[in-house]
């Protein structure tokens, strides 16, 4: 009989189950807690003075292409855990060509 508690017996974590486990958690983090603090930081003063364009795009490009990498492999940590940096990115980059655009 199984339960609950044995599915997720140690047994079977592997250290690649581990450590796909920690990667998306630490990745799911980053664009959940530091990049949305950046974009209302720049909302807060209109502003993203500081930030660099060419990492913020290369940070998007990169995250949309791995986000298709997880899509055509049916891999959901990819879709996930790249899908929200495109998400986060692409606010930011918004804001970048807006702020830009009223001075």
Known sequence: MYNSLTMFSISNLTFPVII???????GVLV??????DQFLKNYKRKSTEGLSSIFMTLSFTS?????????FQKDI????????????????IYQIISYKQKK
């Not at 796909?20 to 630490?26: A, N, P, S, Y």
């Not at 995250?63 to 899509?71: A, D, K």
Request: glycine share 18%.
């Open 77 to 92: 940590v990819l879709i996930i855990g790249q899908g929200l940096g495109v998400l986060t990115t692409g606010a930011i």
């Open 63 to 71: 995250y949309s292409l791995w986000t298709l990498h997880g899509i």
């Open 31 to 36: 664009k959940l807690l530091g990049f949305p």
């Open 20 to 26: 796909g486990t920690l990667t998306l958690i630490i």
